[in-house]
């Protein structure tokens, strides 16, 4: 599996192919919203007459243009914020783009294969990672789920056991609560937690960073010194620079 995936993500072609879809969607869903509102606003131009002998009719039918259109609005408006999901997708493929810059930089090039040498053992390590992620998961939202309000759902168990999985600063205002009421539960979580991923797996990922680091920049030491054209570089920067950017 990690061999096919390897073939299949080789070169660019990917990111090319899914940034065109989004482009070519956006594009279109655009143009579908610049209609569906000229559509929605040549559909009501004229609200009932409200001066009328029968006040109570145009009332009436006031309040059924008005569920109408809202109905109408509604519907644009998902539309809208479809629009922008789609928008907000193709400028992260966009920047990914950018590495085809970066590739074709005979000092950045190295740096850049880093990622793409690495990318089967960092997929085995990242399912590693949520698998452990999802056992911890678990753990904190059945055991202090039922008193502590950053356990009290999935989702927030989640987010919480994510960010103490990352080693960064973080307030464990919880423990507080976990102490009090499930110590030994509290210990045996945040301690096995703390080793699991901010010793164990924040290390392994560490190693399998620098092993293909020293690999590739021993690659790019021995193309370096056969020598080459450092103005045939600057133009292919240059081109790749423009290429990315049109």
């Given amino acids: 599996m990690i061999r096919y995936l390897e073939v299949m993500l080789d070169g660019y072609t990917i990111i090319n192919l899914i940034y065109t879809v989004l482009t070519i969607w956006a594009a279109v869903s655009y ?4 209609i569906d509102t000229f559509n929605m606003s040549s559909a009501y131009p004229f609200w009932p007459d409200l001066d009328s002998d029968d006040l109570e009719a145009a009332d009436i039918a006031r309040q059924e243009e008005v569920q109408k259109f809202m109905g109408d609005f509604v519907e644009v408006l998902g539309r809208f914020n479809t629009y922008k999901y789609v928008v907000a997708v193709s400028t ?3 920047a990914l783009k950018f590495f085809e810059f970066f590739a074709s930089s005979k000092s950045m090039k190295p740096l850049v294969n880093v990622l793409v040498t690495s990318k089967g053992d960092l997929l085995n390590f990242l399912i590693i990672f949520f698998c452990f992620l999802l056992g911890y998961l678990s753990m904190s939202f059945l055991s202090f789920g039922w008193f502590v ?3 009290s759902t999935m989702e927030k168990s989640f987010v919480v056991v994510f960010e103490i999985s990352l080693p960064t600063f973080y307030s ?6 976990t102490t009090k009421l499930a110590p030994s539960m509290s210990a045996v979580f945040f301690l096995s937690l703390t080793i699991m991923f901010l010793f164990f797996f924040t290390n392994i990922f560490l190693a399998i960073m620098m092993y293909s680091y020293q690999e590739n920049i021993g690659k790019y030491k021995k193309y370096s010194s056969g020598g080459g054209g450092k103005k045939s570089e600057e133009i292919s920067l240059i081109k790749s620079f423009f290429y990315c950017v049109i």
């Fill in 149 to 151: 309000e950053d356990f």
């Fill in 92 to 94: 992260l493929f966009l």
């Fill in 31 to 34: 143009i579908s919203l610049m």
């Fill in 172 to 177: 464990y205002e919880f423990l507080n609560e």
